[in-house]
């Protein structure tokens, strides 16, 4: 079982806008800003798309935007495209002693 | 630019142990530190642990305490993640991940990962 909670799957058609949401706690999410989000395709390493909740790294499309209110964080992807499909992972800073948590990961489906 | 090139895939028996290694270029290899993740077939993303390259201090996932070891050789800008005692499900691919630290040295995030290492743990 994950630390933080995501849907399993999420899915929309081209043009459309999804949101992905990530629970945590207080001792994770809700805690820091050190919230980011990763787009791992099939066979592919994790590729950054957004730190400290709502930053987009240098190349990333401005279709992803990230945000947080209390223990849940949420990505958003707007003006879906076939290539947006993959897996997407959060990952929170958390106060435990483990540093790092991971969301269980939503599946991307492009209908 | 950025790159952290893993070594290559390793097959290895129950009880052994294997040694990863992630060759950073591109970047000044002590201002970040190293992240190790790892992924089981058809699963998520499991975080392994961490180490600062600038001091070598390592903090590592619970479940992993006692079996596993980060270092880095500054002099080659290489990382090495050691996993001793390996079961069955350790099988998994091992990436290797750039962390961004704070001002004060701590986790930030992870930025640039390395294309992963397959281990295969099967008697």
């Known amino acids: 079982q994950s630390a933080l909670t995501q849907p399993a799957s999420v899915s929309g058609s081209p043009g459309q806008s999804i949101t992905i949401s990530c629970t945590g706690t207080?001792?994770?999410?809700?805690?820091?800003?050190?919230v980011s989000w990763y787009q791992q395709h099939p066979g592919k390493a994790p590729k950054l798309m957004i730190y400290?909740?709502?930053n987009r790294p240098s190349g990333v499309s401005n279709r992803f935007s990230g945000s947080k209110s209390g223990n849940t964080a949420s990505l958003t992807i707007s003006g879906l495209q076939a290539e947006d499909e993959a897996d997407y992972y959060c990952?929170?800073?958390?106060?435990?002693?483990?540093?790092?948590?991971f969301g269980g990961g939503t599946k991307l489906t492009v209908l | 630019q950025v790159q952290l090139v893993q070594s290559g895939a390793e097959v290895k028996k129950p009880g052994a142990s294997v040694k990863v290694s992630c060759k950073a270029s591109?970047?000044?290899?002590?201002?970040?530190?190293i992240s190790w993740v790892r992924q089981a077939p058809g699963q998520g993303l499991e975080w392994m642990g961490w180490?600062?390259?600038?001091?070598?201090?390592?903090n590592y996932a619970q479940k992993l305490q006692g079996r596993v070891t980060m270092t880095t050789d500054t002099s080659t800008s290489t990382a090495y993640m050691e996993l001793r005692s390996l079961r069955s499900d350790d099988t998994a691919v091992y990436y290797c991940?750039?962390?961004?630290?704070?001002?004060?040295?701590?986790?930030?995030?992870?930025?640039?990962w390395g294309k992963g290492t397959t281990v295969t743990v099967s008697s």
């Open positions: 991940a750039r962390v961004v630290v704070t001002a004060m040295g701590d986790y930030y995030y992870m930025d640039v």
């Open positions: 591109g970047y000044t290899f002590t201002s970040y530190g």
């Open positions: 180490i600062s390259a600038y001091n070598g201090n390592t």
């Open positions: 207080s001792s994770d999410v809700g805690g820091y800003n050190y």
């Open positions: 400290d909740v709502s």
């Open positions: 990952s929170s800073y958390t106060s435990s002693s483990t540093d790092v948590v």
